[in-house]
């Protein structure tokens, strides 16, 4: 069996297969496999395609050879950025963005609440503006988040980057870094919403998982009884913290303006991630497509 590590497979020219990708970000693909009566017609870096004889050939009408199978053999790992207001359920959409495609999640306040609690300096430093509601500063937070970027695991699989950057000197110096998103997720709530979500906000440190007293309640007393509330989700600071993200989100903004989708993030937790699949979906089968054409 002929084996491929792809992240990306488009069956091409066949009558009896669709003319798009059967194979998603979120399938496991690295046991692909093509019989060996597949011959290879050509492999670079970047694409290799296969004639597949198949069974489902058996009408006189349909051609002997009739797959092509293009793969990316360097597959090329999504990128994406999500930003807004605090409370907005950047959190809570990175859960289910990792469950469903398994990208590297990587969040500049868990970053720093991981700092504070080694007891560090720079964590000591940070926790002084974190309590005001004030960015930390550049010099403790972008070599944290750029040596998290450059991870084997977030190189490999991808990174969904959280909270960052936020301020134009933080995004000019992540461009200068070389990382720029396939996609910018921004989420719109309004303001009156995101006092009620921080107040109720509870985590569970076991899991991780983000609850919500009343929209997201936890499963079982046992989980119930182990929740913490973090040291700013007070409606005083969340007020501080809005403040701050309204000085620098525009400027954040023009920066990503060519991939930026907007996100309605006042619905269900499921419905504002209907639409961010749905942008995602799309821009997976641009990217087949783009495969596609480069074979024909
Ligand atoms: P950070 O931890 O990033 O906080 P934030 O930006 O204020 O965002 P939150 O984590 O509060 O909210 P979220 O959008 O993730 O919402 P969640 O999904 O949890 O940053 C904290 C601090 O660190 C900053 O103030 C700053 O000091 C510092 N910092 C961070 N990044 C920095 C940077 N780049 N540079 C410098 N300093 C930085 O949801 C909130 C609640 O709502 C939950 O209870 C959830 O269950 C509920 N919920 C979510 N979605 C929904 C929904 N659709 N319907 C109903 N409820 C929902």
Not at 22 to 34: G, P
Not at 39 to 66: E, G, Q
Not at 109 to 119: F, K, M, N, P, V
Not at 235 to 259: C, G
Request: one cysteine or more; a neutral charge; hydrophobic letters at 40%.
């Amino acid at each position: 069996m002929a084996s491929l590590n792809s992240s990306s497979v488009s069956f091409l020219n066949s009558p009896s297969l669709p003319n798009k990708p059967l194979l998603t970000a979120n399938s496991s693909l690295n046991q692909l496999s093509f019989p060996k009566s597949s011959s290879l017609i050509n492999s670079n870096d970047s694409l290799t395609l296969f004639h597949v004889r198949s069974s489902r050939a058996s009408s006189s009408r349909s051609p002997k050879v009739l797959v092509v199978a293009a793969a990316a053999n360097k597959s090329e790992p999504l990128k994406i950025m999500i930003s807004g207001a605090p409370a907005s359920g950047k959190g809570t959409q990175c859960e289910l963005i990792k469950k469903k495609y398994d990208l590297v999640h990587i969040a500049a306040g868990d970053l720093l609440r991981t700092e504070i609690a080694s007891g560090s300096d720079n964590g000591k430093r940070a926790k002084e503006h974190m309590d005001i509601g004030q960015l930390v500063p550049d010099e403790i937070v972008v070599m944290m988040v750029k040596e998290r970027l450059m991870q084997p695991d977030s190189q490999d699989k991808g990174w969904l980057l959280d909270g960052y950057p936020r301020s134009l000197s933080q995004a000019t110096k992540l461009q200068g870094y070389g990382f720029h998103p396939d996609l910018f997720i921004l989420l719109e709530v309004p303001e009156e919403i995101l006092v009620e979500r921080v107040v109720g906000r509870r985590l569970d440190p076991v899991t991780g998982k983000i609850y919500h007293l009343k929209y997201s309640p936890p499963e079982t007393e046992e989980i119930a009884a182990r929740l913490t509330q973090r040291f700013d989700d007070t409606e005083e600071k969340v007020k501080l913290r809005l403040h701050t993200h309204h000085q620098n989100v525009a400027s954040v903004l023009a920066m990503f303006e060519d991939t930026i989708i907007k996100v309605d993030g006042s619905v269900s937790k499921e419905a504002v991630f209907a639409q961010i699949d749905s942008a995602l979906t799309k821009l997976l089968e641009q990217r087949a497509e783009k495969i596609g054409s480069a074979i024909a």
